[in-house]
Protein backbone atom coordinates (compact mmCIF):
# COMPACT_ATOMS: atom_id res chain seq x y z
CA UNK A 1 0.00 0.00 0.00
CA UNK A 2 1.30 3.40 -1.25
CA UNK A 3 1.26 5.96 1.74
CA UNK A 4 3.45 7.84 4.61
CA UNK A 5 4.27 6.21 8.31
CA UNK A 6 4.80 8.14 10.74
CA UNK A 7 6.29 6.88 14.25
CA UNK A 8 5.42 6.45 16.60
CA UNK A 9 1.74 7.71 17.39
CA UNK A 10 2.87 8.66 20.74
CA UNK A 11 5.68 10.19 22.02
CA UNK A 12 6.63 10.81 25.63
CA UNK A 13 10.37 12.95 26.62
CA UNK A 14 11.32 14.79 29.29
CA UNK A 15 12.26 18.70 29.06
CA UNK A 16 15.58 19.65 28.03
CA UNK A 17 15.59 16.29 26.15
CA UNK A 18 16.02 15.98 21.93
CA UNK A 19 13.41 14.47 20.01
CA UNK A 20 13.33 12.94 16.54
CA UNK A 21 9.90 12.36 14.72
CA UNK A 22 9.81 9.87 11.93
CA UNK A 23 8.40 9.92 8.42
CA UNK A 24 9.04 7.93 5.65
CA UNK A 25 6.60 7.87 2.33
CA UNK A 26 6.35 5.27 -0.88
CA UNK A 27 4.53 7.99 -2.69
CA UNK A 28 7.53 8.39 -5.06
CA UNK A 29 6.66 12.57 -4.08
CA UNK A 30 9.19 14.82 -4.18
CA UNK A 31 8.08 17.47 -1.60
CA UNK A 32 7.83 16.50 1.69
CA UNK A 33 6.25 18.80 4.87
CA UNK A 34 5.99 18.82 8.70
CA UNK A 35 3.23 20.41 10.41
CA UNK A 36 2.56 21.24 13.89
CA UNK A 37 -1.26 20.98 15.32
CA UNK A 38 -2.43 22.53 19.10
CA UNK A 39 -6.20 21.87 20.15
CA UNK A 40 -8.25 24.33 18.40
CA UNK A 41 -5.76 25.24 16.15
CA UNK A 42 -5.20 25.00 12.64
CA UNK A 43 -2.29 23.38 10.99
CA UNK A 44 1.18 25.56 11.18
CA UNK A 45 4.13 24.70 8.77
CA UNK A 46 7.34 23.55 10.73
CA UNK A 47 10.00 22.90 7.60
CA UNK A 48 9.24 21.46 4.01
CA UNK A 49 11.59 20.19 1.44
CA UNK A 50 11.29 20.68 -2.50
CA UNK A 51 13.77 18.04 -3.28
CA UNK A 52 16.83 15.30 -1.76
CA UNK A 53 19.55 17.67 0.38
CA UNK A 54 16.99 20.63 0.37
CA UNK A 55 14.54 22.56 2.56
CA UNK A 56 12.82 25.55 3.65
CA UNK A 57 11.76 26.85 7.02
CA UNK A 58 8.12 27.19 7.51
CA UNK A 59 6.27 29.74 9.62
CA UNK A 60 7.46 28.03 13.40
CA UNK A 61 10.74 26.69 12.41
CA UNK A 62 12.38 27.89 15.80
CA UNK A 63 13.38 25.06 17.91
CA UNK A 64 12.89 22.56 14.94
CA UNK A 65 15.43 21.02 12.51
CA UNK A 66 14.84 18.23 9.29
CA UNK A 67 17.52 16.58 6.95
CA UNK A 68 16.35 14.97 3.99
CA UNK A 69 18.81 13.04 2.55
CA UNK A 70 16.99 10.47 0.89
CA UNK A 71 13.13 11.33 -0.90
CA UNK A 72 11.35 8.71 0.97
CA UNK A 73 12.30 10.04 4.40
CA UNK A 74 11.95 13.81 6.28
CA UNK A 75 12.84 13.30 9.92
CA UNK A 76 11.52 15.86 11.96
CA UNK A 77 14.32 16.68 15.26
CA UNK A 78 12.26 18.98 18.17
CA UNK A 79 15.23 20.41 20.40
CA UNK A 80 15.17 21.59 23.69
CA UNK A 81 15.13 25.08 22.28
CA UNK A 82 11.51 24.20 21.31
CA UNK A 83 9.90 26.16 23.98
CA UNK A 84 6.24 24.36 23.96
CA UNK A 85 6.89 21.31 21.75
CA UNK A 86 4.09 19.15 23.31
CA UNK A 87 1.64 18.94 20.58
CA UNK A 88 0.13 16.37 17.42
CA UNK A 89 3.15 16.53 14.87
CA UNK A 90 2.05 15.76 11.01
CA UNK A 91 4.04 14.65 8.19
CA UNK A 92 3.32 15.18 4.70
CA UNK A 93 3.89 14.75 1.19
CA UNK A 94 3.26 16.19 -2.84
CA UNK A 95 3.92 15.61 -6.11
CA UNK A 96 5.05 19.29 -6.21
CA UNK A 97 4.15 22.85 -5.52
CA UNK A 98 0.03 23.95 -5.28
CA UNK A 99 -0.89 20.17 -5.71
CA UNK A 100 -2.98 18.58 -3.14
CA UNK A 101 -0.65 16.89 0.17
CA UNK A 102 -1.68 13.67 1.75
CA UNK A 103 -1.25 13.28 5.31
CA UNK A 104 0.46 10.51 7.56
CA UNK A 105 -1.10 9.26 10.88
CA UNK A 106 0.16 11.85 12.70
CA UNK A 107 2.63 11.59 16.02
CA UNK A 108 1.38 13.05 19.46
CA UNK A 109 4.25 14.00 21.54
CA UNK A 110 4.54 14.87 25.19
CA UNK A 111 7.40 16.56 27.13
CA UNK A 112 6.94 16.87 30.77
CA UNK B 1 -0.18 37.07 2.87
CA UNK B 2 -2.63 34.65 2.79
CA UNK B 3 -5.50 33.85 5.37
CA UNK B 4 -8.33 31.40 5.95
CA UNK B 5 -11.00 32.48 8.00
CA UNK B 6 -13.46 29.76 9.39
CA UNK B 7 -15.27 31.69 11.64
CA UNK B 8 -17.36 28.30 12.85
CA UNK B 9 -15.76 26.40 15.79
CA UNK B 10 -17.98 24.21 16.51
CA UNK B 11 -21.18 22.64 14.56
CA UNK B 12 -23.85 19.86 16.24
CA UNK B 13 -26.46 18.48 14.35
CA UNK B 14 -28.60 15.28 14.13
CA UNK B 15 -28.12 12.42 11.31
CA UNK B 16 -29.48 13.52 7.85
CA UNK B 17 -29.84 17.37 8.54
CA UNK B 18 -27.50 19.46 5.86
CA UNK B 19 -24.49 21.51 7.00
CA UNK B 20 -22.60 24.50 5.33
CA UNK B 21 -19.28 25.44 6.71
CA UNK B 22 -18.25 28.82 5.84
CA UNK B 23 -14.52 29.43 4.35
CA UNK B 24 -13.12 32.97 3.64
CA UNK B 25 -10.08 33.43 2.60
CA UNK B 26 -7.90 36.55 2.15
CA UNK B 27 -4.88 36.47 -0.45
CA UNK B 28 -3.43 39.24 -3.01
CA UNK B 29 -2.65 36.90 -5.34
CA UNK B 30 -4.67 36.18 -8.85
CA UNK B 31 -3.90 32.87 -9.28
CA UNK B 32 -4.07 30.24 -6.06
CA UNK B 33 -5.51 27.25 -4.98
CA UNK B 34 -8.19 26.48 -2.63
CA UNK B 35 -8.55 23.24 -0.34
CA UNK B 36 -10.58 21.53 2.16
CA UNK B 37 -9.43 18.12 4.16
CA UNK B 38 -11.33 16.25 6.47
CA UNK B 39 -9.88 15.41 10.33
CA UNK B 40 -11.57 12.32 11.74
CA UNK B 41 -10.82 11.45 15.52
CA UNK B 42 -7.76 9.15 14.17
CA UNK B 43 -5.95 12.55 13.55
CA UNK B 44 -5.10 11.75 9.88
CA UNK B 45 -6.24 14.97 7.51
CA UNK B 46 -8.17 13.32 4.70
CA UNK B 47 -7.81 15.43 1.20
CA UNK B 48 -10.93 16.13 -0.06
CA UNK B 49 -10.92 18.66 -2.93
CA UNK B 50 -8.71 21.15 -4.77
CA UNK B 51 -10.22 23.88 -6.94
CA UNK B 52 -8.00 26.81 -8.70
CA UNK B 53 -9.20 30.10 -8.82
CA UNK B 54 -9.98 30.34 -12.51
CA UNK B 55 -12.35 27.55 -11.83
CA UNK B 56 -15.82 28.70 -10.07
CA UNK B 57 -18.17 26.21 -11.04
CA UNK B 58 -19.92 24.48 -8.26
CA UNK B 59 -18.94 20.68 -7.71
CA UNK B 60 -20.46 18.01 -6.17
CA UNK B 61 -19.27 14.69 -5.07
CA UNK B 62 -22.33 12.30 -3.37
CA UNK B 63 -23.57 14.04 -0.62
CA UNK B 64 -20.43 16.50 -0.96
CA UNK B 65 -20.62 20.21 -2.37
CA UNK B 66 -18.57 23.33 -2.47
CA UNK B 67 -19.63 26.76 -3.56
CA UNK B 68 -16.81 28.44 -4.93
CA UNK B 69 -17.57 32.55 -4.90
CA UNK B 70 -14.62 34.36 -6.09
CA UNK B 71 -16.76 38.17 -5.75
CA UNK B 72 -17.15 37.11 -1.85
CA UNK B 73 -13.94 34.93 -1.50
CA UNK B 74 -15.83 32.24 0.09
CA UNK B 75 -15.08 28.46 -0.72
CA UNK B 76 -18.12 27.02 1.35
CA UNK B 77 -18.57 22.97 1.86
CA UNK B 78 -21.97 21.43 2.46
CA UNK B 79 -22.40 18.28 3.44
CA UNK B 80 -26.20 16.92 2.39
CA UNK B 81 -28.45 14.44 4.83
CA UNK B 82 -25.25 13.95 7.26
CA UNK B 83 -24.12 10.55 9.14
CA UNK B 84 -22.78 9.83 12.11
CA UNK B 85 -19.48 9.48 10.24
CA UNK B 86 -19.26 12.74 8.77
CA UNK B 87 -17.87 13.70 12.70
CA UNK B 88 -14.78 15.39 12.65
CA UNK B 89 -12.98 18.22 11.76
CA UNK B 90 -12.99 20.08 8.19
CA UNK B 91 -10.44 22.40 7.67
CA UNK B 92 -9.93 24.81 4.38
CA UNK B 93 -6.37 25.67 2.98
CA UNK B 94 -5.38 28.22 0.50
CA UNK B 95 -1.85 28.07 -1.19
CA UNK B 96 -0.98 30.76 -4.13
CA UNK B 97 0.04 29.32 -7.31
CA UNK B 98 3.49 28.02 -7.90
CA UNK B 99 3.68 27.46 -3.78
CA UNK B 100 4.95 24.62 -1.66
CA UNK B 101 3.38 26.80 1.29
CA UNK B 102 -0.60 25.92 2.28
CA UNK B 103 -2.45 28.56 4.70
CA UNK B 104 -5.25 26.43 7.15
CA UNK B 105 -7.82 27.65 8.66
CA UNK B 106 -8.52 27.24 12.06
CA UNK B 107 -11.02 24.42 11.25
CA UNK B 108 -14.79 23.83 12.05
CA UNK B 109 -15.42 20.25 14.37
CA UNK B 110 -18.51 18.83 13.14
CA UNK B 111 -20.55 16.81 15.01
CA UNK B 112 -23.48 14.50 13.98
CA UNK B 113 -25.68 13.43 16.28
CA UNK B 114 -27.64 9.90 16.03
Known amino acids: DGGITQSPKYLFRKEGQNVTLSCEQNLNHDAMYWYRQDPGQGLRLIYYSQIVNDFQKGDIAEGYSVSREKKESFPLTVTSAQKNPTAFYLC???????????FGPGTRLTVT | AQKVTQAQTEISVVEKEDVTLDCVYETRDTTYYLFWYKQPPSGELVFLIRRNSFDEQNEISGRYSWNFQKSTSSFNFTITASQVVDSAVYFCALTPSNDYKLSFGAGTTVTVRA
Open chain 1, 92 to 102: ASSIGESIEQY
